[in-house]
């Protein structure tokens, strides 16, 4: 069985961009992303010129103090665990057809399925959603494709911002 989620960037775009905004207003003090936020250089240039800083380590922030903003590409289980571990507020930006792939390789994952997320392998979103699944992996070849067992139960997962 396939399943094909397709994102629309320009509504990830405005839905982060609201977020981002509507936590500037709110929240004094330092406000961090944790990575990139959306893959738009624009967007990134702006969030610098509002002082919000890019990191890629939640350790880097100082006094554990301050607002983390999770990108669009989405986050696995253990990265909302530090944050909670840490006591810092944050807002999450994952992108609506990012949760729906997660919540649907957790499912089939707790079923038994062997879940297949195809993507590029250093992608923060085929990474996030591989931390909701109890086996599978990530594959961006067919020689990746050629080495899964024909004998397990698969459900592959495709990105949704895989090109066609």
Known sequence: MYFWFLENCRQSNRFCQFQVEKTIQKEPGSVYILGELIHN??????????????????????????????????????????????????????????????????????????????????HPEPKATLGYIKKGLIIDSTEDAEKISPKKRINPQIRTILPV
């Open 41 to 122: 250089q624009q967007a990134s240039n702006k969030l610098k010129t509002w002082g919000i800083k890019t990191i890629d380590n939640l350790k880097k922030i100082k006094n554990k103090r301050g607002m983390v903003i999770l990108r669009a590409h989405g986050e696995p289980p253990p990265t909302y665990q530090k944050l909670k571990d840490l006591h810092l507020k944050f807002v999450d930006t994952t992108c609506p057809n990012v949760i729906k792939i997660q919540k649907l390789a957790k499912k089939l994952s707790n079923e038994g399925f062997f879940v297949v997320v195809c993507g590029k392998k250093d």
